[in-house]
C-alpha cells in the first residue's frame, strides 16, 4: 500500500509539472536585479539592504536586513492596491501566477496605452497575457512615458476568459494617471496584475510562466521571482 502511494505521488507530480513547466531545465528568467540603483516610482521607497553581521568581516555568518517597496521590480499587485475592498497579496490564489500564458509584441504601437487595435484578441489561446513593450528599457532609469493598458483591452482579455494580465513596464497604468482606470477594471473583473518583468529577450509566443508573490499578510503587493518554461 505504501508503494501504491508513492506511485500516486509520483503521477499527482507528473502531471503538475506537464502542466505548468514541461521542462525544469529550460527557463527564461523575466525578473529584474533588485538593487539600491533600481528605478522605483518617484517617492516611492528605494531598495536599501542594512548588513548587520558579515562573514568577510570576520562575524561567523552574514545577516542583513532589506527596507524597499514591495512594488520593487518584477512584482503582483494586490487589489488591496487599488480598492478599498481589495483582499492582501496572502489571499490571491496561486493559479493567477502560474500556469500556461502568452507573450504578445506591441512594441510598435505608439501609445500610450495598449488598444484593442495593437493586437489580435483571436489569437490569444492562454489564460495569462504578459505585454512586451519595451517602452520601459532599463529598471535602473526611470522613465514616465512608458506604455500602459486601455480599459478596452482588458475588457476584452476579460471577455476571453484570460485572469492575469502582465507587462514590462512598473505599472499597467501610465505613470501620470490618478484615477488608475486600468487598476480599477483589473478590479471590476477579478483579474490579477504582473508588473515590471523584462521581456526584452522573450520571443513572442506560448510559454508556462512561474511567478510567485510572497506569502505576506495584508500586502498591498510582492516582489516575485518570474520566469517562463518553454513549452
Not at 552574514?62 to 481589495?86: C, F, P, Q, R
Not at 513593450?133 to 484570460?162: E, H, K, Q, R
Not at 482606470?181 to 526584452?200: F, P, Q, R, T
Request: aromatic share 10%; charged share 20%.
Amino acid at each position: 500500500m505504501p508503494f501504491m502511494g508513492f506511485n500516486q505521488g509520483l503521477l499527482k507530480f507528473h502531471l503538475f509539472s506537464k502542466r505548468y513547466f514541461m521542462d525544469f531545465n529550460n527557463y527564461i528568467d523575466i525578473t529584474p536585479l533588485i538593487s539600491g540603483e533600481m528605478a522605483v516610482f518617484p517617492g516611492d521607497q528605494v531598495f536599501t539592504r542594512k548588513v548587520v553581521m558579515d562573514c568577510v568581516k570576520g562575524d561567523h555568518l552574514t545577516l542583513s536586513s532589506i527596507n524597499t517597496t514591495v512594488h520593487i521590480g518584477a512584482h503582483a499587485d494586490a487589489s488591496n492596491h487599488y480598492h478599498k475592498e481589495g483582499q492582501g497579496i496572502e489571499k490571491r490564489s496561486l493559479d493567477y501566477y502560474m500556469g500556461d500564458c502568452q507573450v504578445i509584441d506591441v512594441s510598435k504601437m505608439s501609445g500610450p496605452v495598449i488598444e484593442p487595435i495593437d493586437f489580435n484578441l483571436s489569437k490569444v489561446k492562454s489564460k495569462r497575457v504578459l505585454f512586451k513593450t519595451l517602452s520601459f528599457p532599463d529598471p535602473n532609469n526611470w522613465n514616465n512615458d512608458f506604455f500602459g493598458i486601455s480599459v478596452a483591452v482588458i475588457n476584452a482579455l476579460a471577455g476571453a476568459g484570460v485572469i492575469t494580465v502582465g507587462i514590462d513596464t512598473p505599472s499597467i497604468d501610465p505613470a501620470s494617471s490618478k484615477t488608475l482606470d486600468a487598476h480599477l477594471c483589473i478590479y471590476k473583473s477579478n483579474l490579477a496584475i504582473l508588473e515590471g518583468i523584462v521581456l526584452s529577450e522573450v520571443q513572442e509566443g506560448r510559454y508556462n510562466l512561474m511567478a510567485l508573490p510572497l506569502k505576506i499578510k495584508g500586502c498591498d503587493a510582492s516582489p516575485v521571482r518570474a520566469l517562463l518554461f518553454n513549452k
